[in-house]
């Protein structure tokens, strides 16, 4: 089990404010780039604790709050630590709005050019941002590590000092049993997660108990020195194929078993990507100056290489070209050229590397009166409503049979200071963050109402 944290101070970055916006040239600085919904009872903690280790701007676009998010980010804008996306972007039009409605990924390419655009408080040189929702919190190990500039200090002087973006795991976690909403911090309610270790044998295996058939005669029967070499050697270029295979497929089959697929199954399904993994789908951080604005693919069909609509998005950063690349973008998930033994870039460092220092904590369900609210607020997303027959009790009974699996409370050491952030801090205080819960029932008939409408 992982050593616990100790929950560091809030730092210098996070405690700097509207008054506080020269650019000093020999340190780097730390922003978060998200849309946000409906999340007036979350976001004051999603931004103390951020703050506390070590973010110092959030570029935020409300996303059709009906609640008091808005209330919350004219807060925090007062006080120079929100920045409005897009209203803050000068010769923003209604031509933009319209694409932003198609596609509000363009989010994160706005924020690039807000942070290329305003160099005189960013230095995209020295400014790292980072892509994750307000469900996820930032965990940093600990050791000598206590800030999000320790971790990335130390990442890059351990494995390539020029990296430019790091790929940082995420960990799913559920809602800890709880059916009902109760008060107090997301940190402390939630403190169960989805564990591949964890998995019983007929989740992980298929229901079979007995894996192999062979007599035990059999079984423990020792081939001759030179076979076994042979075997084994033979049995590691499989381990290694199956693992790549998998890992090609993730993002289309595996990954996200729970939403977006006409068929959603538990991550310990046997041959998910989960079942070999405790990790979910990663986040990126990376350099302001690296992260391209102008973005290419190759068109599967005719070969040729076209410009996309978008860069970046909330999983991955598109890096800026280089000439050897033949036109086409680098991404932090697809880094290309030679990697080193732990499978880490040059301009990149993967999660394998990253998760020893850093990892985010996604808060993916809560209790299931939240949960439910969540799907009847998301009428602009139809990855709820993909699958025919199911039911929001489809989605939240399906991760209460694996994302409870294991107790994890290192987010604990950090409470304390953060209620106390939170107590002594008026920003936001006044607003309502009380969530706008209705009846299970009301939450259900909404879900029907929406499904009805997209003509599922």
């Known amino acids: ?20 916006s020269d650019v000093s040239s020999d340190r780097s600085q730390y922003v978060i780039c998200t849309r946000v919904q409906n999340e007036a009872p979350y976001l004051r903690e999603w931004i103390e604790y951020h703050r506390m280790i070590g973010f110092e ?6 996303d059709g709050s009906h609640d008091d998010t808005q209330c919350v980010l004219d807060a925090y804008a007062d006080e120079g630590l929100v920045i409005h ?6 010769d923003y039009d209604s031509t933009l709005n319209e694409k932003l409605n198609e596609n509000v990924d363009h989010i994160f390419d706005m924020c690039v050019d807000y942070l290329n655009n305003h160099q005189d408080r960013f230095d995209p040189s020295r400014t790292w941002m980072m892509t994750h929702d307000v469900d996820e919190f930032v ?9 999000i500039h320790d971790a990335v200090t130390h990442l890059s002087q351990s494995n390539h000092p020029q990296a430019l973006s790091l790929v940082v795991p995420r960990l799913a976690f559920g809602s800890s049993r709880h059916d009902n909403f109760q008060p107090g911090l997301v940190i402390d309610r939630f403190t169960r997660r989805y564990n591949h270790e964890s998995c019983s044998r007929t989740q992980s295996k298929g229901n079979s108990v007995n894996y ?4 035990k005669a059999q079984k423990n029967r020792r081939p001759h020195t030179h076979l076994a070499s042979r075997l084994e050697s033979k049995k590691r270029l499989s381990e290694i194929r199956d693992r790549d295979s998998l890992h090609s497929s993730a993002v289309d089959i595996h990954r996200r078993r729970l939403f977006a697929h006409e068929n959603p199954k538990s991550y310990c399904h046997p041959g998910s990507y989960y079942s070999r993994s ?5 986040k990126s951080i990376s350099l302001v100056s690296s992260m391209a604005q102008e973005c290419y693919a190759r068109n599967k069909t005719t070969g040729r290489v076209v410009l996309v609509e978008t860069c970046s998005n909330t999983h991955k950063h598109t890096l800026v070209d280089v000439s050897k690349h033949r036109g086409i973008n680098a991404t932090s998930r697809q880094a290309r050229g030679n990697k080193d033994r732990r499978g880490n870039h040059p301009r990149s460092i993967g999660t394998g590397s990253v998760g020893k220092v850093a990892v985010i904590m996604h808060y993916m369900t809560k209790s299931r009166h939240e949960f439910y609210k969540r ?27 694996y994302a409870n699996n294991f107790e994890d409370t290192r987010m604990a050491p950090f409470s ?3 209620k106390q952030n939170l107590k002594y801090s008026d920003i936001g205080a006044s607003c309502n963050t009380q969530p706008e819960l209705h009846s299970l029932d009301h939450h259900r008939q909404c879900f029907y109402r929406i499904k009805e409408t997209l003509g599922r």
């Not at 701007?57 to 409300?62: D, E, Q, R, T, Y």
């Not at 192999?212 to 007599?215: M, T």
Request: hydrophobic share 25%.
């Open 57 to 62: 701007a959030f570029l935020l676009m409300n």
């Open 1 to 20: 089990m992982e050593q616990h944290g100790n929950a560091p101070a809030r730092s210098d970055f996070g405690a700097r404010g509207k008054n506080d």
């Open 416 to 418: 304390s200071q953060l």
């Open 278 to 282: 405790s990790y979910d789908k990663e």
């Open 212 to 215: 192999n058939p062979r007599p």
């Open 85 to 90: 996306i897009p209203t803050d972007i000068e």
């Open 375 to 401: 799907v009847c607020d998301s009428v602009w997303s139809d990855k709820y409503f993909q699958c025919p027959e199911c039911t929001p009790e489809t989605y939240f009974n399906l991760t209460e049979t």
């Open 139 to 147: 965990f940093i190990k600990t050791g000598s590590n206590s800030s």
